[in-house]
């Protein structure tokens, strides 16, 4: 065992892994001296200047819904309808399954109205939705670098298409830790409704490069919200105590030979399992939810729904968790488009609609950043199956929308050609969406770094990014 010990590989290898234990250990130390009582681990250093918002919940319509059916009307692909898109629109132009195939313009598949003070257009598909016009961010001009499902999700959550890279809510948790001692602090959430739900990579939520405790944790959307959280008959909460204890010793005891910081991620996972084991089952109890609350949201509690995640989602919110990301599948219309949209739409509309309004109601909007929209949009040309009429995958102009925590409340930002084909004002890339997300929460994107693999590694990359201000209130 000495020998082994002292040998040159394993000297080398315990040196490098035990520095970075050292430094693991004096940045937790500093943590928790800097979080005061309101928050638990996050940098000393943050935020960076005065935060708007406390949380995100990240809203992610899976598979891409097409803007132009929902936020982005365009007159004038409707009155070419059916005919040639012009060569130059699409000329030279990344296409996913439309590849080679004769691009025929596809007009919008329902009616848009104006609605609210700021008359914002939106489609029949989200009457919900539209009576929010004036408390959201609209922005129309969105452009993404993946044309396929899952690099664009993991571009989308990570700012790279490199698979490895930690997730946004690994890097907020990472910078500002907690509010919540008794809950992870990056949750998700699944539900699934309409045409092919693509599945969604846990590398999604992954902390990547960053310590394990900061990866996000998926809670169940029907039947116990997390497995096993409850004791086994004959184990009451004193002996799972001595256990985690006893556990938490043997653990330390390897730690002082190997200094691995995995093992402090498993400490500190026990110790949450602990704690969640008395705090989850208060969570998932919505008996205190009153039934217009539960009408409001169109929530059955545990039927998987999206409702009942939204409503999930302002529990989690209420409670201090930092990052609470709903993933609702089957948005990916490449046929039968309307049929498909009034699912996805009819399942998803009404629940973003009662979530904001329920937030603002509490008090709890002013604090918490929303945000809407998929990995990318949907094509203005038509994409024809067996089951219908649909539209491919679309990366350059599509739309998301902000809510809550300092943003600018009643107005559109930027804006698509008359085809809804590119980004021709504004274009706002994905890496501005963290950039204005980060800052948000008093965070510059430019500081919050890791050294990984020689290089300063940052959620917004090498390139430039900038913060959206126009709609920041």
């Not at 190997?258 to 110790?271: K, L, V």
């Not at 039934?291 to 949201?297: E, N, R």
């Not at 994409?383 to 219908?388: A, F």
């Amino acid at each position: 065992m000495l020998a082994n010990l002292l040998n040159r590989r394993t000297f080398l290898r315990d040196s490098g892994v035990g520095l970075g234990s050292v430094a693991l250990a004096g940045m937790l130390a500093r943590e928790t001296q800097a979080s005061g009582a309101s928050r638990l681990g996050g940098l000393p250093a943050l935020p960076h200047f005065a935060p708007k918002a406390k949380r995100v919940i990240f809203l992610c319509m899976a598979g891409g819904p097409s803007h132009l059916e929902s936020f982005d009307n365009k007159p004038r692909l409707t009155e070419i309808s059916g005919q040639p898109i012009p060569e130059s629109v699409t000329a030279g132009q990344p296409i996913a399954q439309l590849q080679g195939a004769e691009l025929t313009a596809q007009g919008a598949m329902t009616r848009f109205r104006r609605y609210g003070e700021c008359g914002l257009e939106v489609s029949d598909f989200f009457p919900h939705t539209a009576k929010l016009a004036d408390d959201i961010a609209v922005i129309k001009s969105m452009v993404t670098e993946q044309i396929n499902h899952d690099p664009a999700h993991t571009f989308m959550n990570t700012g790279s298409a490199i698979s490895g890279r930690p997730s946004m809510g690994s890097w907020i948790n990472y910078g500002l830790g907690s509010e919540c001692d008794n809950l992870p602090g990056f949750v998700v959430l699944m539900s699934h409704s309409g045409r092919s739900p693509q599945p969604i990579s846990s590398r999604q939520w992954s902390a990547g490069f960053l310590p394990g405790r900061y990866q996000g944790v998926p809670l169940n959307a029907t039947g116990d919200v997390v497995h096993y959280v409850g004791n086994p008959p004959g184990v009451d909460r004193a002996s799972q105590r001595r256990l985690i204890d006893q556990i938490t010793r043997l653990d330390a005891h390897r730690n002082r030979q190997t200094a691995n910081p995995a093992i402090d991620s498993r400490i500190a996972a026990y110790e949450l399992a602990f704690r969640m084991q008395a705090s989850v089952p208060a969570l998932a109890d919505c008996s205190d939810e009153p039934a217009s609350i539960l009408q409001k949201y169109g929530a059955t509690p545990g039927d998987g729904s999206f409702a009942s995640n939204c409503l999930l989602a302002r529990r989690l919110a209420e409670r201090g968790v930092r990052f609470i990301q709903l993933y609702h599948k089957g948005w990916d219309h490449h046929g039968g488009l309307l049929k498909h949209m009034t699912t996805s739409a009819g399942s998803t509309d009404r629940a973003c609609w009662a979530l904001v309004d329920d937030l603002k109601q509490r008090g709890l909007l002013d604090d918490t950043l929303v945000i809407w929209g998929g990995e990318f949009g949907r094509t203005p040309m038509v994409q024809r199956k067996s089951e219908g009429i649909g539209r491919d995958h679309h990366i350059k102009g599509f739309t998301m929308w902000l809510a809550g925590g300092g943003v600018k409340p009643g107005v559109s930002y930027g804006a698509t050609d008359d085809l809804g084909y590119h980004a021709t004002e504004n274009p706002v890339h994905v890496r501005d969406l963290h950039a204005t997300m980060l800052a948000l929460l008093g965070v510059d994107h430019n500081r919050l770094t890791v050294k990984h693999q020689g290089l300063d590694l940052k959620l917004t990359g090498v390139e430039p990014a900038r913060v959206v201000r126009e709609v920041l209130a």
